[in-house]
């Protein structure tokens, strides 16, 4: 499980058990992410991204 999935899960068991439909549907929203891959491909933007702030390439 991605680190987002993970996150969106717990915030929505905190939040038992009245979570709110806004944080169910982030959830649900972060884990369909992980399945199709756009969580993974926004990650690797974001250390691209960083990498090249640094002058590091890649």
Do not use: K, Y
């Amino acid at each position: 499980m991605d680190a987002e999935t993970e996150d969106a899960l717990w915030a929505v068991c905190d939040a038992h058990p009245r979570a709110p439909e806004e944080l169910v549907a982030a959830a649900r929203l972060a884990f369909e992410g992980q399945l199709d891959g756009t969580n993974a491909a926004r990650r690797r933007e974001r250390i691209a991204r960083w990498s090249a702030e640094r002058g590091g390439g890649g």
